[in-house]
């Protein structure tokens, strides 16, 4: 079955940098990008961007430009994502999701990752 | 960025009720609208995709319909395990975006 498996929960000081980890299995890993959506305690969904895993082109937020980075190891299956310059409004929970074959929705979630950035 | 608009932000319902939640988008996205269930402390889940496809495994009560601006998500007969928050999202256009949420509570 798929199965998306993300780090642990990270606590860093404002201005540091955090790299999340999302194991991938139980399906052909550069078939579908992955994407990136955080939310804030308490708040709704923030869709970060997305990584074609088949060529490694990327897409984004413009709010985020500068501050993400997406990456791919196809190798161990595994999507990263590091967020540089950490503010407190980044104190989340982050998720890695499967982009459906189609590019339609959101069809395997990661189990999240909270990231708490305070000093 | 398209913005998404639900409604109602929240709404009391009874078991056995036919439940329907209302997302509207700020341009014409055709049919790039996808509905996710949420339970606290649980990743979203897809619930139907491009606007009245049901995702595998989903409960046929689930139904979704429009396209342009004007979208519904309708359960046809809320069970328990319903209880949950809902959001809409957009696929038409980068940055996706989300609804703010419909938050379906017990009556």
């Known amino acids: 079955q798929v199965q998306l498996v993300q780090s642990g929960a990270e606590v860093k000081k404002p201005g540091a940098s955090v790299k999340i980890s999302c194991k991938s299995s139980?399906?052909?890993?550069?078939?579908?990008?992955i994407s990136w959506v955080r939310q804030a305690p308490g708040q709704g969904l923030e869709w970060m961007g997305w990584?074609?895993?088949?060529?490694?082109?990327?897409n984004y937020r413009q709010n985020l430009q500068g501050r993400v980075t997406m990456t791919t190891d196809t190798s161990t299956s595994t999507a990263y994502m590091e967020l540089g310059s950490l503010r407190s409004d980044d104190t989340a929970v982050y998720y890695c999701?499967?982009?459906?074959?189609?590019?339609?929705?959101?069809?395997?979630w990661g189990q999240g990752t909270l990231v708490t950035v305070s000093s | 960025d398209i913005q998404m608009t639900q409604s109602p932000s929240s709404l009391s319902a009874s078991v056995g009720d036919r439940v329907t939640v209302t997302c509207r988008a700020s341009?014409?996205?055709?049919?790039?609208l996808n509905w996710y269930q949420q339970k606290p402390g649980k990743a979203p889940k897809l619930l139907i995709y491009?606007?009245?496809r049901l995702q595998t495994g989903v409960p046929s009560r689930f139904s979704g319909s429009g396209s342009g601006t004007d979208f519904t998500l309708t359960i046809s007969s809320l069970q328990p395990e319903d209880f949950a928050t809902y959001y809409c999202?957009?696929?038409?256009?980068?940055?996706?975006?989300f609804g703010q949420g419909t938050r379906v509570e017990i009556k």
């Open positions: 999701v499967r982009v459906t074959y189609g590019g339609n929705g959101l069809d395997y």
């Open positions: 139980g399906y052909t890993f550069t078939t579908y990008a």
């Open positions: 491009a606007a009245y």
């Open positions: 999202q957009q696929s038409y256009n980068t940055p996706w975006t």
């Open positions: 990584i074609s895993v088949y060529n490694g082109n990327t």
């Open positions: 341009q014409s996205i055709g049919t790039s």
